[in-house]
């Protein structure tokens, strides 16, 4: 059984572009989390889709934005990229309340 | 709202000693907690979780924590450290929907 998979695993940008970043959960869940974790502090929840709708958004501006497909995997865009942006983004999956992450895409926005 | 604060940055422990993660959190309603370790490099593994059952959890490689409400406390111990469990430790509070809130984390480091 795959756990939660991740692509790509990295990414180099440069400001202004935009990004696009992929997560397929574990198989039986319906809900996937993003979080954006910063070199050197704990992740922050940008948002959590569950029925292909946005249910919960952390303080994260409209440049970033998500989707979820019928077959449950998801999308991160962020718009306009910023080098504050530079961080590992982390997908996490759950059927309840506990979540299991993927291993992350590490983007560089230069 | 909730929140969690993980008292020490950084832990030094020596291999074979017991290791002491502090972590306490702050909620209106009763929290379901978890600990997760990350390797460097790596994603974040669950290590065990509190959902308002024991308040003594036992977790993966002999890890355990212990809620208690009073103290609002929910620190993880081991008795014996290995040197694989270098790693950060991240304390978390759930909201009951799937938002977590993360703590800072603690760097564990282990000599021989």
């Known amino acids: 059984d795959a756990g939660v998979t991740q692509s790509p695993t990295h990414l180099i940008k440069t400001r202004g572009q935009q990004v696009t970043l992929r997560c397929s959960p574990k198989?039986?869940?319906?809900?996937v989390s993003w979080y954006q974790q910063a070199l050197g502090q704990g992740p922050q929840f940008i948002f959590q889709?569950?029925?292909?709708?946005?249910?919960q958004r952390g303080n994260f501006p409209d440049r970033f934005s998500g989707h979820q497909f019928p077959n449950y995997s998801s999308e991160l865009n962020v718009n306009a990229l910023l080098l504050g942006d530079s961080a590992l983004y982390l997908c996490?999956?759950?059927?309840?309340?506990?979540?299991?992450f993927g291993p992350g895409t590490r983007l560089l926005v230069l | 709202a909730q929140s969690v604060t993980q008292l020490d940055s950084h832990v030094s422990v020596s291999e074979g000693t017991p290791v002491l993660l502090r972590c306490n959190y702050s909620?209106?309603?009763?929290?379901?907690l978890f600990w997760y370790v990350q390797h460097p490099n790596k994603g974040l593994q669950l290590l065990l979780k509190?959902?308002?059952?024991?308040?003594l959890v036992k977790g993966i490689n002999g890890f355990e924590a212990e809620f208690k409400k009073s103290e609002t406390s929910f620190h993880l111990t081991k008795p014996s450290a290995h040197m694989s469990d270098a790693a950060e430790y991240f304390c978390?509070?759930?909201?009951?929907?799937?938002?977590?809130?993360f703590g800072a984390g603690t760097q564990v480091v282990v000599t021989p």
């Open positions: 198989s039986g869940h319906d809900t």
């Open positions: 996490a999956s759950s059927s309840k309340e506990t979540q299991y």
């Open positions: 978390v509070v759930s909201d009951g929907w799937g938002k977590f809130q």
């Open positions: 509190y959902t308002s059952a024991a308040t």
């Open positions: 909620s209106s309603y009763s929290p379901s």
């Open positions: 889709y569950y029925e292909e709708e946005e249910r």
